[in-house]
T-cell receptor, first 112, second 116 residues
Framework: NAGVTQTPKFRVLKTGQSMTLLCAQD?????MYWYRQDPGMGLRLIHYSVGEGTTAKGEVPDGYNVSRLKKQNFLLGLESAAPSQTSVYFC???????????FGQGTRLTVV | AQKVTQAQTEISVVEKEDVTLDCVYE???????LFWYKQPPSGELVFLIR??????QNEISGRYSWNFQKSTSSFNFTITASQVVDSAVYFC?????????????FGGGTRLMVKP
């Protein structure tokens, strides 16, 4: 049982490049999330999904897009990367019935 | 709007000392959940505990204990007889009970350093 798996673990992008972060969970959780972690600011919610085919904006959605075509996968896209998007990105999932979220190992993204 | 404040950004203790990590929250909801997560140096986030707003019983798990006080909007975390392996960043978080999505609002985190 792998839990929540994020791909890739590290990435360096040049300003203006695009990329997609992949999150996969094998726990059959209904809800999935993308957070970003910046020093001193804790984790902030970028986008979330309450089910297959549905997504919604979180606290800091600008510059990101998401898709959830399958229940087990949640993709985070950066169309035109900016240095302000340098961060550690965490994917998480939870059951509808229990609120605790389980996190992936994180993706460290650097935009130069 | 919800807010979680962890006023202690860094704490340094010597092994075997007791240490308390503070967490203060704001919410308009009458029913909510509170959480603590641990982030060790390896970087992953580990779920430690969830408390429901309607249950103010304190909880103890081994060397860990949690003190939930609704009157002061606080959910503090105490580690007794700290060990070097407790060195990590600890996050307090809050979510609304009846909003679809279970989204978490995190505090800024407290970095705990336990020295041998």
């Amino acid at each position: 049982n792998a839990g929540v798996t994020q791909t890739p673990k590290f990435r360096v992008l040049k300003t203006g490049q695009s990329m997609t972060l992949l999150c996969a969970q094998d726990m059959n959780h209904e809800y999935m999330y993308w957070y970003r972690q910046d020093p001193g600011m804790g984790l902030r919610l970028i986008h979330y999904s309450v089910g297959e085919g549905t997504t919604a904006k979180g606290e800091v959605p600008d510059g990101y897009n998401v898709s959830r075509l399958k229940k087990q996968n949640f993709l985070l896209g950066l169309e035109s990367a900016a240095p302000s998007q340098t961060s550690v990105y965490f994917c998480a999932s939870s059951r509808r019935s229990t609120p605790e979220a389980f996190f992936g190992q994180g993706t460290r993204l650097t935009v130069v | 709007a919800q807010k979680v404040t962890q006023a202690q950004t860094e704490i340094s203790v010597v092994e075997k000392e007791d240490v308390t990590l503070d967490c203060v929250y704001e919410t308009r909801d009458t029913t909510y959940y509170l959480f603590w997560y641990k982030q060790p140096p390896s970087g992953e986030l580990v779920f430690l505990i969830r408390r429901n707003s309607f249950d103010e019983q304190n909880e103890i798990s081994g060397r860990y204990s949690w003190n939930f006080q609704k009157s002061t909007s606080s959910f503090n975390f105490t580690i007794t007889a700290s060990q070097v392996v407790d060195s990590a960043v600890y996050f307090c978080a809050l979510s609304e009970a009846f909003r679809a999505g279970n989204m978490l609002t995190f505090g800024g985190g407290t970095r705990l350093m336990v020295k041998p």
